[in-house]
C-alpha cells in the first residue's frame, strides 16, 4: 500500500461540496463533448475552471445544473454528486433544492422586470416569507448599487451592475454551492474588481463556489484549486498558485495575447523548444 504518495489530502465523499466522475456528455446523441472529465471541489472552496472557447466548460455547469435535456444533450456516463449525493438524473429543480444555484453564461436576467422583481424571483423556493425578506435584506447590504437601483428596469442597467444582479438573483435561494459561468466576460477592469470581491465575499459565507472564466488571473487570485479544461477533457489541475506560476499556464492564459493557441500546443511547442535547444 503506499501511503502518503498524493501532496494535498485525499477527500472524503463527506468533504466534498461537488464531485464529478468520468463524465461523458453528447449532444444530439452523436457529437461527443466531454469525454470522461473528473473534478471536485472541497467543502467551502473556491474551485475555477479554465479553459479556451468550446473546451466543454458550459457544457460541464449544464450536466451539474441539470440543464443537459434542455440542450438536447446527455450524460453517457459517468457520476455527478452534490454533497455526496448522487444526482447524475435528478432534474435541475430538485438540485436547486440540495442547494445548487447558478449564475448561467451572458447574464440572464428579466430585462424588463425592476431590480426588486429579478432578485424576488430567485427566491420563491425560500421556506417561508421571512426567510425570503431576510436573504433579501442581506443581498441589498452585499450590492449596494442594487440597493439604490431597486425600482429600475433591470434592462437600463449597465453591464456590471446586470451580472451584480444575476449574481444577487441566485443567491436568494441560499445556495451552499454557486456554479458562475464567466461572470467577468466583457467587463471593465474596476468592475471585473468588484465582481472578484463579491465572490470572495460569498464564498466567505460558507457557500463553495465553481467559477469558470478566461480571467485566469482573475480567477486564480481567488481560487484554492484550479481545472484546465481542453477538448473536453481535463489536462491540468493543481493548487490555483501553483497554476499561476506555471510558465505554460501564464503564457496561454495570462499573456493577453491575441494569438491564442491551444494550451496542448503551448506545452508542446515549449516542449519541442526545450529538446532542440
Ligand atoms: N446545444 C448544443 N448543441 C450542439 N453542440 C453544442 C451545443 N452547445 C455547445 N456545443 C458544442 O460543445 C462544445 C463545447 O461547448 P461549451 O459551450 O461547453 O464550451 P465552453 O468551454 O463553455 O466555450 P466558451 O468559452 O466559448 O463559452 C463546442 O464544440 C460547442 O460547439
Ligand atoms: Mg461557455
Same mark, same amino acid.
Given at each position: 500500500? $503506499? ?5 494535498? &489530502? *485525499?477527500?472524503?465523499?463527506?468533504? #466534498? ?11 444530439? /446523441?452523436?457529437?461527443? $463533448? ?14 475555477? !475552471?479554465?479553459?479556451?472557447? %468550446?473546451?466543454? #466548460?458550459?457544457?460541464?455547469? +449544464?450536466?451539474?445544473? %441539470?440543464?443537459?435535456? !434542455? ?24 438540485? $436547486? ?6 449564475? =448561467?453564461?451572458? +447574464?440572464?436576467?428579466? *430585462? ?7 432578485? +424576488?424571483?430567485? %427566491? ?19 450590492? &449596494? ?18 451580472? =451584480? ?11 451552499? =454551492? ?17 465582481? +472578484? ?9 460558507? *457557500?463553495?463556489?465553481? !467559477? ?19 477538448? %473536453? ?14 510558465? /505554460? ?17 503551448? #506545452?508542446?511547442?515549449?516542449?519541442? #523548444? *526545450?529538446?532542440?535547444?
Amino acid at each position: 500500500m $503506499v501511503v502518503g504518495s498524493t501532496i494535498e &489530502p *485525499t477527500l472524503g465523499q463527506a468533504d #466534498k461540496a461537488l464531485d464529478v466522475e468520468n463524465l461523458e456528455v453528447v449532444y444530439n /446523441d452523436v457529437v461527443l $463533448v466531454l469525454r470522461g472529465v473528473s473534478l471536485n471541489i472541497a467543502r467551502g472552496a473556491i474551485v475555477t !475552471l479554465l479553459g479556451a472557447n %468550446g473546451a466543454g #466548460k458550459t457544457t460541464l455547469l +449544464r450536466a451539474v445544473s %441539470g440543464l443537459l435535456e !434542455l440542450h438536447r444533450a446527455d450524460a453517457t456516463k459517468g457520476s455527478i454528486r452534490l454533497d455526496g449525493h448522487d444526482v447524475t438524473r435528478l432534474a435541475s429543480a430538485s438540485r $436547486v433544492g440540495k442547494g445548487l444555484a447558478q449564475v =448561467m453564461e451572458g +447574464r440572464r436576467i428579466f *430585462t424588463s422586470l425592476t431590480v426588486e422583481e429579478n432578485l +424576488r424571483s430567485g %427566491g420563491i423556493a425560500a421556506a417561508s416569507r421571512s426567510e425570503a425578506n431576510d436573504t433579501f435584506g442581506r443581498m441589498l447590504e452585499m450590492f &449596494p448599487v442594487l440597493a439604490r437601483r431597486l425600482h429600475d428596469v433591470a434592462g437600463y442597467l449597465s453591464g456590471g451592475e446586470q451580472q =451584480m444582479l444575476a449574481i444577487g438573483r441566485a443567491l436568494m435561494s441560499g445556495p451552499s =454551492m454557486l456554479l458562475l459561468d464567466e461572470p467577468s466576460l466583457g467587463l471593465a477592469p474596476r468592475v471585473v474588481e468588484q465582481i +472578484r470581491d463579491v465572490v470572495v465575499e460569498v464564498n466567505r459565507h460558507g *457557500t463553495s463556489v465553481l !467559477l469558470v472564466e478566461q480571467n485566469a488571473a482573475m480567477a486564480l487570485s481567488i481560487a484554492d484549486h484550479g481545472y484546465v479544461m481542453e477538448h %473536453g477533457r481535463i489536462v491540468r489541475e493543481g493548487p490555483a498558485s501553483s497554476l499561476l506560476a506555471d510558465r /505554460d499556464i501564464a503564457e496561454f492564459y495570462l499573456g493577453g495575447g491575441t494569438d491564442r493557441r491551444s494550451y496542448a500546443d503551448v #506545452k508542446t511547442y515549449r516542449r519541442r #523548444k *526545450t529538446w532542440g535547444a
